[in-house]
């Protein structure tokens, strides 16, 4: 059984191909060009998997992040016990009320690192990590940083919590 395809093309395409569709069968042109990039998809896609052991690449790589998500959680937790040791009364009850700079999901890097109380020390700590260094040249944070952030916000807050309650 035979089925149709539409083809989209632009106005100036549209003209070429009018102009010479006598010249060539286009259903058979259209058709051969498909088949072949679909073999050579296919190709690749039989070849990479003989080529690689999937099981022991996902074993590996999955190691491989929870190794460091692991070193992402204790660099946060002991990030945010020295800030909580060293932090003057005043910003640490500045924290209590800030309000991380959040467009929609995303946390705004600009905003972040220039915040007048908490933006040097956040500055200080994404810039030391090649990770989260990245960060500094987007509008967000990348998930490395985003990931320390939260980490290190609900650290602080939980020694805060603590600490507060015996002041």
């Not at 259209?30 to 999937?54: M, Q």
């Not at 220039?114 to 960060?135: V, W």
Request: aromatic content about 12%; proline content about 2%; some cysteine.
């Amino acid at each position: 059984m035979v089925k149709k395809f539409t083809l989209t093309v632009n106005d100036h395409e549209y003209e070429l191909i009018n102009k010479w569709k006598a010249d060539f069968n286009l259903s058979s042109i259209f058709r051969d060009a498909v088949l072949e990039k679909i073999s050579v998809k296919e190709r690749i896609e039989n070849e990479t998997a003989t080529a690689i052991d999937f099981f022991k690449l996902i074993e590996r790589l999955q190691k491989e992040k929870n190794e460091n998500n692991e070193y992402i959680f204790t660099i946060a937790v002991k990030d945010a016990t020295k800030w909580v040791s060293t932090a003057k009364y005043q910003d640490l009850i500045y924290l209590e009320t800030w309000k991380p700079p959040y467009d929609g999901t995303e946390i705004n890097t600009k905003k972040l690192i220039t915040d007048p109380t908490l933006g040097s020390y956040f500055k200080q700590i994404i810039q030391r990590n090649s990770e989260m260094a990245a960060s500094l040249n987007s509008k967000y944070l990348n998930n490395c940083a985003k990931t320390w952030f939260n980490i290190w916000s609900q650290s602080v807050s939980q020694c805060w919590k603590d600490i507060k309650a015996k002041l």
